[in-house]
């Protein structure tokens, strides 16, 4: 997937310590990807999935 045309921005939820996450959104799909490494790829999800995603990541289900 071509992603040079897509515009990514820091997430909210990114602290000051230059470790971010970049979200990009579009009708079809979202992404993420660590603004660190933009060219190490991207997570990309449909809107369902991504959906789905954030509401894990809310309801703590992955913290370690």
Do not use: Y
């Given at each position: 997937?071509d992603?040079?045309?897509?515009?990514?921005r820091?997430?909210?939820?990114s602290?000051?310590?230059?470790?971010?996450v970049?979200v990009?959104?579009?009708?079809?799909?979202a992404?993420?990807?660590?603004?660190?490494?933009?060219?190490?790829g991207?997570?990309?999800?449909?809107?369902?999935?991504?959906?789905t995603?954030?509401?894990v990541l809310?309801?703590?289900r992955?913290?370690c």
């Amino acid at each position: 997937m071509d992603l040079s045309g897509v515009v990514w921005r820091k997430s909210s939820r990114s602290g000051g310590n230059n470790e971010c996450v970049e979200v990009a959104r579009t009708r079809q799909w979202a992404g993420l990807r660590d603004s660190k490494a933009p060219h190490a790829g991207a997570l990309i999800f449909g809107d369902t999935g991504f959906a789905t995603f954030i509401h894990v990541l809310k309801s703590g289900r992955l913290d370690c």
